[in-house]
């Protein structure tokens, strides 16, 4: 693009973000009856596999996304939705934009399972810097469900902050959650905060039970909400590493060795199947995140990131009917493949709403310019170069993709403002580096 050009479309981003946050008072719709739906070319009836959608879902993002059934507009040049889908709700969409591409229940409050844990982050991860060192105490580690994921925290052993988030994300760790949320004050607050967050990202679907995605009577999100969710911790620099990073060394304990204390260390792999492959399940070309789940009552759940030819998708499938291994990640291979395919010829059937707080200046407090955990942004300036700068591959294993800001965006992330439908300050998502 000429740079004349280049320079025009960056002013009309500010003054669109400007004249957006204008809108953000107006109110939105917590619930609204499902309309009938009516025979349309725009709409692909399909039922839901084994329950039923309920009535009356949410109309937040738009009328269409309350809606049951697949929603999608059907048009010349547009591909087919992949009929052999399952999943009782999926939902894909441009994480820049905003917009929904398609959707199928997408307000369903369903149980999110671990899934859950991309908003104990989002809510929790820029409150303690990654270098803060916590030893932990038996009472860590009380109140965990039985047959609970387990990273392997060690009463009685220090580890920092980085080192628990790796356990969050990689083995989606519920002693590694616990650890953190009562450095964050308790089980209790960790959960009002987190309800609290959701309301404030207009997540409203979602009611927090357990900070951890164990089942609990109640606890329930969306598709909708969990790609909300999702597209504010991505706004963070350390959320995007920790998602992305696909192994990583974990703290042992600590044993005796002629005379001196030794700790050793074990490795840790990231559990989603699209980030590290499986027997039956590839890496998904440009995948960078996100966040997988699996209870017995919320079955397999999953969100994930993925960049392709310039355009940055964003995928949540939750419950697959299908009982095959690993189906979740297939079914959201297969919506992403449709994503790719139909985005720019298909015209969007709602879109993700912004954060109530979207017009105000710093959208994270204790988050820095950068957002990385922990700091205060007195003082903070925005970074000076517009050039993106790629994350090197080192201590914790991760995958180095990029974790540079979009260059003529960059002073707007680091002010924390949303642009409302329009392209979003999410960084460059370069493809991962192959691995040996």
């Known amino acids: 693009m000429p740079a004349p050009q280049q320079t025009i479309r960056r002013s009309l981003l500010v003054l669109s973000a400007a004249l957006s946050s204008l809108a953000l008072t107006a109110p939105l719709a917590l619930a609204a009856p499902s309309p009938t739906p009516t025979p349309s070319a725009t709409t692909s009836a399909s039922a839901s596999p084994t329950a039923t959608p309920p009535a009356n879902m949410s109309s937040v993002g738009g009328a269409r996304l309350a809606q049951a059934g697949t929603q999608v507009n059907l048009a010349s040049g547009v591909p087919v939705v992949p009929k052999d889908l399952t999943a009782r709700s999926w939902i894909v969409s441009d994480a820049e ?11 369903w409050r369903l149980p999110p399972a671990s899934t ?13 810097p990654k270098t803060t060192q916590h030893k932990v105490v038996a009472s ?8 609970s994921s387990l990273v392997g925290i060690k009463e009685g052993e220090s580890y920092t902050v980085h080192d628990l988030w790796l356990g969050v994300f990689l083995r989606s760790g519920n002693d590694a959650v616990h650890v953190l949320s009562h450095m964050n004050g308790g089980v209790d607050k960790t959960v009002a ?10 997540a409203l679907d979602t009611r927090v039970v357990t900070p951890d995605g164990y089942d609990e009577p109640g606890q329930v999100s969306s598709a909708y909400d969990l790609t909300l969710i999702a597209r504010s911790g991505l706004q963070k620099k350390d959320f995007r590493e920790y998602c992305s990073t696909v192994s990583a060394k974990f703290p042992g304990e600590t044993t005796k060795k002629k005379g001196k204390s030794v700790r050793g260390t074990f490795e840790i792999q990231n559990t989603n199947r699209l980030l590290s492959g499986d027997s039956d399940v590839s890496v998904y070309p440009g995948i960078a995140g996100v966040k997988n789940g699996n209870t017995t009552n919320a079955g397999a759940t999953f969100t994930g990131v993925a960049e392709r030819g310039g355009k940055v998708l964003l995928v949540t499938v939750m419950n697959p009917e299908k009982d095959e291994h690993n189906e979740v990640y297939k079914e959201a291979a297969k919506i992403l493949d449709w994503g790719f395919q139909a985005a720019g010829k298909v015209q969007p059937v709602g879109e993700l709403v912004a954060p109530k707080n979207a017009a105000q200046t710093s959208a994270q407090p204790g988050a820095t310019a950068s957002g990385e955990a922990g700091g205060d942004t007195a003082g903070t300036k925005p970074a000076a170069s517009s050039t993106p700068v790629a994350a090197e591959e080192g201590g914790s294993g991760g995958v180095g993709i990029a974790l540079a800001i979009v260059g003529g965006l960059l002073v707007l992330l680091a002010g924390g403002v949303f642009l409302v439908n329009r ?3 999410l960084p460059d998502l370069v493809r991962r580096r192959p691995r040996p």
Do not use: C, E, I, Y
């Open 97 to 107: 934009s905003g917009a929904v591409l398609a959707a199928h229940n997408a307000h």
């Open 423 to 425: 392209r979003w300050p």
């Open 116 to 128: 859950l844990k991309m908003l104990f982050a989002d809510t929790v991860l820029p409150k303690f």
């Open 140 to 147: 860590d580690l009380a109140g965990m469900g039985a047959g």
């Open 193 to 202: 905060d987190m309800n609290a967050h959701a309301q404030d990202l207009q």
